[in-house]
């Protein structure tokens, strides 16, 4: 198997306990542990989280290069400052507040090993009650073909971000991560798809995904109707999607941003999770 280094960007908005069972379910739980952890924190963390990064490299049982950012730049610039201090091509994500389970990179990395640049899976969302006892929510089950991947791709994410596995050459032959209002991961699938990219899925539900009480709601209102906008903007003026495919994406997934959040739940849980356009 390659040899593959583990990236997780941390930022001050994060809670130590999180970070600390995400990056042990993502290194010391695994089955395939990464070569190395490359952790991006991502401007000033604050004294807890601080503390608690320390403790992680201290107690790693692989090597941890902790890339420190004076000041908090975004997402898509702390991946970008990550990826540039991984030293294997083969990366691996993970969010610092989800969980990996033991078997995740012992499934996704031999697809890496044989031939495939972006690998995905399947994932849980969960959230804690007051006892701090995990309670499985929603399923999230990509498409996992090429075919199927490619299509998907033009209404909706065909990958759960917290979950990939990806070449960093092939990161870079679609042009990388570029900021764009939370969308950053879906405009960099696109583009690596349309650049040929061999993508698949695991069907597998290896990652479990944190969704605390603000998550629907942090999904709608007009800052992220804007983005909405400007990633559609962005697929119809490089090709990726057709103008019948903007006109139903606006229309969907932008009136997706403005509906209620009891509705927005709903809608995105029977609707968007369920549709494989074709």
């Known amino acids: 198997m390659p040899a593959f280094s583990l990236l997780l960007p941390v930022y001050h908005g994060d809670r130590a306990a999180y970070l600390r069972h995400s990056f042990h379910s993502s290194v010391t739980d695994q089955t395939l542990r990464p070569a190395e952890v490359v952790l991006v924190e991502d401007g000033p963390v604050g004294p807890e989280l601080t503390v608690e990064i320390a403790r992680l ?26 990826l540039a201090a991984c030293t294997h091509d083969v990366v691996a994500r993970m969010d610092a507040d989800d969980i990996s389970l033991p078997e995740r990179f012992a499934i996704q990395i031999p ?28 399923q999230r089950n990509p498409p996992t073909t090429p075919a199927a991947i490619a299509s998907y791709a033009r209404f909706h994410d065909p990958f759960n971000h917290p979950t990939v596995v990806y070449t960093k050459s092939a990161v870079a032959r679609a042009g990388g991560y570029a900021p764009l209002g939370l969308m950053e991961d879906y405009w960099l699938f696109a583009r690596m798809i349309a650049d040929g990219t061999l993508a698949q899925n695991s069907a597998e539900r290896l990652v479990k995904y944190r969704v605390s009480s603000g998550a ?5 209102g007009l800052k992220l109707l804007a983005s909405e906008l400007q990633l559609q903007r ?12 903007f006109v139903r994406n606006v229309l969907i997934r932008g009136g997706y941003r403005l509906i209620p959040e009891a509705v927005r739940r709903h809608f995105y849980r029977t609707i968007i999770l369920r549709t494989r356009p074709r």
Do not use: C
Request: hydrophobic share 40%.
């Open 111 to 138: 697809l890496i090993a044989a031939g495939a640049e972006l690998v995905g899976s399947g994932m849980w969302e969960f959230s804690e009650d007051a006892a701090g006892t995990e309670l499985l929510g929603a």
């Open 216 to 220: 629907y709601k942090r999904r709608g």
């Open 234 to 245: 962005a697929f119809r003026r490089s090709g990726f999607t057709s103008r019948s495919q």
């Open 57 to 82: 490299i201290e107690s790693s049982p692989v090597p941890v290069v902790h890339v420190q950012i004076r000041e908090n730049t975004g997402l898509a610039k702390a991946l970008t400052a990550g």
